[in-house]
């Protein structure tokens, strides 16, 4: 489905750069291109492949995980770009592309953090409720030891003398 997207996108693209004229710059792009033809081709080749590969796996996380697990972990691939393209392009290392990087990380932090608090807080209430079970309530407790919620309080004074309190 993914793909119809981008087909239609490249559709308009293509379709814009007749309509502008700008397709006979990507003749003389071609030309100036040190490696020649073939290799242009190739690496145009391989981007749209690699954008295919890359948006295809969103949308994967997006189905398995949730679309807010995809955003963070596109959002921390942002700064891999700039220091990869320092080494590998010769590229500058800009004041605004550090500061670009410092908050791409800073918002994978803060998603990291802010599921370590809604964990922490499943446990404590987890931990909570097991300590507010009444002791010795067999309507309360499973036969292996674990805690259930009791809501109902004990009226029956059968089930009463069993152990649990009466109300």
Known sequence: ???????????????????TGEWGAVRGEVARYRSGTARYAATLLGIAVAWQAATLGMVRLITRASSLFANVTSTLGLPLVPILAVPLFGDRMTGIKVV???????????Y???????????QDDAREKESSAPAGCKLCSREDGKPVDCAMPI????????????V
């Open 1 to 19: 489905m993914q793909i119809y997207t981008n087909v239609v996108a490249s559709a308009v693209a293509a379709a814009a750069m007749l309509a």
């Open 100 to 110: 670009a990087m410092l908050m791409a990380v800073w918002g994978f932090l803060s």
């Open 112 to 122: 990291v953090y802010q599921h370590y608090l809604d964990d922490r807080r499943v």
């Open 155 to 166: 009226r029956d004074s059968a089930v009463a003398e069993q152990g649990a309190p009466r």
